[in-house]
């Protein structure tokens, strides 16, 4: 029977879109029996009368004799063909039960009145109306069928107040249009023409809506996957919620896990859910391919829902808790914390899931992370330091909301100084300079040597104070004995720049040894003994002059010659 109801509503919802019927369906708050959509009747409070071409005075200040002709989609079955029309102001100073106007059903004869309906086989009807005696107590009777035969399902009986009356009607099969007859039944003075005031007639369709619901469960291995080793989780809060947040409906999963919304119009829709306390978090949403396993709501437990129609079930709305994993990094230089430091925080398909910076504490902290491996890596060093480029591995385990601790150790940036060697007196730089740096204590930190341009590059050298000194100067130049003193700042940006000068040791010129001819084969070897060679160094006097000591020379050369000749003739 429900699948017929709900295929005659779809029918009729599609001959509303085009046009066939001009009553706007709308839908009312939930009920306990699905929902109530306000239903295809007109005029129901008898605010659209048109008095002025069809009605005349009553006798009275603001009460009218109005031919049904001029009461939009209302008939009567007096045979007058008139219905009475009451109005605010009147002269019984009694008020419409809602707008301005209301009927009396006795009016200048006994005047049942009604509205046919459009209605759907086998669909549940609500009907209500207000009803009021004049005089005293009058009674009427509601009557409902088809336009040829009615039934009454209730009969009222109300004295001089408003009184306000529902009830339930199942339309028979093949019943397309229903007729709602109101029909007087006595007044409080016996009159026929006096008595029994109608308002405000409304009818309602009741239906069964679209459904949604799943599980939550505890993700064990924050894989937002379920698996059968994965248990359910009873007593969380769901709530049904509409596109702007308002809350509809509210449930708790049960025993195992599942929770039900049931009667849900079509449309967007949000399902929210609460997580037990701040040991859980909410999975990854939608990983995997199979949708009907994988944990929808986002990190803040919300997914949104879509609603194609009435007969729509959406039992994949499901939901992983796991617990909340924690990582604390701490930043140091020795002992010292460090301010500043920034880290990416990935998973195991290397997606960043956080990122962390170190407070004046050298602290820093990410939380939110379901179990599985992860890595910590570096991506920004404090002013002043070098970035340490080793990542640390680290693992969040189920159950465990204490955080993993990690500690990275970095060091200052360094500073380096540039000496230049050169010659005093030209400026040309020189090599093989040997130079020292010493700490402040006096520690000689490193030595460096120019090269052929004149330069030592001394690198790597931590924020501080040194005193420079030359060890060893080049080849022929003198040692300097100045001392330099420089200091390389914290955060060095450029190369410190010193430079030393030589001077060139001053050498006497060696004199020039006289030449020996070379020895003979046959000659007699001459023996120049120490006296001779005495005697051929005269004592020089006058002119500084070497021509006699070229000419001499010479002789001995050409007499050596002569002697080879004779004796090789």
């Known amino acids: 029977m429900k699948r017929k109801v709900i295929n005659s509503l779809l029918f009729l919802l599609v001959l509303l879109i085009i046009g066939s019927i001009s009553e706007k369906v709308q839908a009312s708050p939930l009920t306990s029996n699905g929902w109530q959509l306000k239903w295809a009747i007109k005029n129901n409070d008898f605010e659209d009368v048109n008095i002025e071409e069809y009605g005349h005075n009553a006798g009275t200040t603001n009460v009218w004799m109005v031919n049904q002709d001029g009461v939009d989609a209302w008939g009567t079955t007096n045979p007058s063909g008139n219905i009475e029309v009451w109005q605010n102001g009147n002269g019984y100073n009694i008020p419409a039960f809602s707008g301005n106007n209301f009927i009396e059903l006795n009016s200048d004869g006994i005047g049942p009145v009604y509205q046919d309906i459009r209605t759907i086989p086998g669909s549940n009807l609500t009907w209500k109306f207000s009803h009021?005696?004049?005089?005293?107590t009058d009674t009427a009777g509601l009557l409902i069928g088809t336009p040829e035969s009615q039934t009454e399902v209730t009969r009222v009986s109300d004295g001089e107040t408003w009184g306000t009356y529902e009830g339930n009607y199942t339309v028979p099969e093949g019943q397309t249009i229903t007729r709602l007859t109101f029909d007087p039944i006595s007044t409080a003075n016996g009159s026929l023409t006096s008595g029994n005031f109608v308002d405000n007639v409304e009818l309602y369709i009741n239906i069964t809506g679209a459904k949604i619901g799943d599980v939550v469960w505890y993700d064990y291995n924050g894989d937002g996957i379920q698996q059968d080793n994965e248990d359910p989780a009873p007593g969380v809060k769901v709530e049904l919620l509409d596109?702007?947040?308002v809350v509809k409906k509210s449930t708790t999963t049960n025993n195992i896990g599942s929770y039900l919304f049931e009667d849900v119009l079509p449309?967007?829709?949000?399902?929210?859910?609460?997580?037990?306390?701040?040991?859980?978090?909410f999975s990854k949403s939608?990983?995997?391919?199979?949708?009907?396993?994988?944990?929808?709501?986002?990190?803040?437990?919300?997914?949104?829902v879509n609603v194609p129609n009435l007969k729509s079930e959406n039992f994949d709305v499901d939901a992983g808790i796991t617990t909340n994993g924690k990582v604390e990094?701490?930043?140091?230089?020795g002992d010292k914390a460090l301010s500043g430091a920034v880290y990416s925080i990935k998973d195991s398909s290397a997606s960043e899931v956080a990122k962390i910076t170190t407070d004046n504490l050298g602290k820093g902290s990410a939380e939110g992370l379901p179990p599985g491996n992860y890595t910590a890596t570096e991506v920004t060093a404090p002013t002043g330091y070098v970035k340490n480029t080793t990542p640390k591995n680290f693992a969040i385990t189920y159950g465990d909301t204490n955080p993993v601790n990690l500690v990275f150790q970095n060091t200052e940036k360094t500073g380096a100084i540039k000496i230049f060697k050169q010659d005093e007196q030209t400026k040309k730089g020189l090599a093989s300079a040997v130079f020292?740096?010493?700490?402040?204590?006096?520690?000689?930190v490193k030595k460096a040597t120019t090269d052929k341009e004149g330069y030592a590059l001394i690198e790597s050298l931590l924020p501080g104070t040194y005193l420079i000194t030359e060890e060893e100067a080049p080849p022929g130049y003198s040692k300097s004995d100045k001392e330099i003193r420089v200091t390389i700042p914290f955060n060095p940006q450029e190369v410190v720049n010193v430079t030393f000068s030589d001077e060139k040791i001053k050498v006497t010129p060696k004199p020039t040894p006289t030449p020996t001819p070379p020895a003979t084969a046959g000659d007699t070897p001459v023996k120049v003994t120490e006296t001779a060679t005495k005697a051929t160094v005269l004592p020089q006097t006058g002119d500084n002059s070497d021509t006699a000591s070229i000419f001499l020379g010479m002789l001995v050369v050409a007499t050596g010659g002569i002697v080879i000749f004779r004796k090789n003739w």
Do not use: C, W, Y
Not at 291 to 303: C, F, R, W
Not at 329 to 333: G, N, W
Not at 436 to 444: C, H
């Open 132 to 136: 009021r005696g004049r005089n005293g």
């Open 329 to 333: 990094i701490q930043k140091l230089s």
């Open 267 to 281: 449309g967007e829709h949000q399902v929210k859910f609460t997580l037990p306390d701040d040991r859980f978090i």
């Open 286 to 304: 939608n990983q995997g391919d199979n949708t009907e396993i994988n944990s929808k709501p986002d990190k803040t437990g919300i997914a949104t």
């Open 436 to 444: 020292s740096v010493k700490a402040a204590d006096g520690t000689t």
């Open 243 to 245: 596109m702007d947040g």
